[in-house]
Structure formats: C-alpha cells, structure tokens
Nanobody
Framework: QVQLVESGGGSVQAGDSLRLSCRSSRRILGSYAMGWFRQAPWKEREFVAAIRWNDGTTRYVDSVKGRLIISRAYTENTAYLQMNSLKPEDTAVYYC??????????????????WGQGTQVTVSS
C-alpha cells in the first residue's frame, strides 16, 4: 500500500505563488506516474498535472500551462506542484495521486490508484 501526504496549501492573493508537496510513504516505481488534481466546491475533480516518474515526462491541463509546474525529487519520493501567478479560479482542494504503469501519462482520476487527503488552496482577488 502507498500512502501519499500533501502539504503546502494556504491562503494567498491573486498573483502570488505556492508550492505544494506530495510525499509517498514508499519508493515510487519508475513506471508510475504522479499527478495533481483539484476539486472546488460543487465541481468534479479536475486533472491539473502529472509526471512520469522515470523520465520526467509531464502533462498539464491547458488552463494551468505556463503557471503551474509539476516536478519530482526522485530520491525523496516526493512530487511538487509549483503554482505561480495564482488566480481565484485556482481555489480548490488539491490532491496528489499515483497511477500504476500505463502507456501514457494518465490524466483522468479513474486511472489513479492511490490518493492523498488533499490540501486547501485559496486565492483571493
């Protein structure tokens, strides 16, 4: 079993930055992908970004390209989401997740097996 723990959320103003962290309780296999999702009240869980662990291939939802950057600390079993130029519409609970090996970097929630508990990000205008 893999346990994921997010941290780094908080309340900021539009234009500010945050860095979210997601640490795995176990070594992340190279064939896995780590992803970030977010869920705002009364909204479905939305894919944000993901990274393939072994080669660092990334994938983003169009709305965050250029502002949010996913990365990994390979030896620390930790994924990050650097969030720049934050907007009020970024307000949500952010979840990290791990996906078992797939051909492509997965971008849908049902492709991910392990989930963290989430961390709140609130962006005010």
């Amino acid at each position: 079993q893999v346990q994921l723990v997010e941290s780094g959320g908080g309340s900021v103003q539009a234009g500010d930055s945050l860095r979210l962290s997601c640490r795995s309780s176990r070594r992340i296999l190279g064939s896995y992908a780590m992803g970030w999702f977010r869920q705002a009240p009364w909204k479905e869980r939305e894919f944000v970004a993901a990274i393939r662990w072994n080669d660092g291939t990334t994938r983003y939802v169009d709305s965050v390209k250029g502002r949010l950057i996913i990365s990994r600390a390979y030896t620390e079993n930790t994924a990050y989401l650097q969030m720049n130029s934050l907007k009020p519409e970024d307000t949500a609970v952010y979840y990290c997740a791990a996906a078992r090996p797939m051909l492509d970097v997965p971008a849908t929630a049902d492709e991910y097996t392990y989930w963290g508990q989430g961390t709140q990000v609130t962006v005010s205008s």
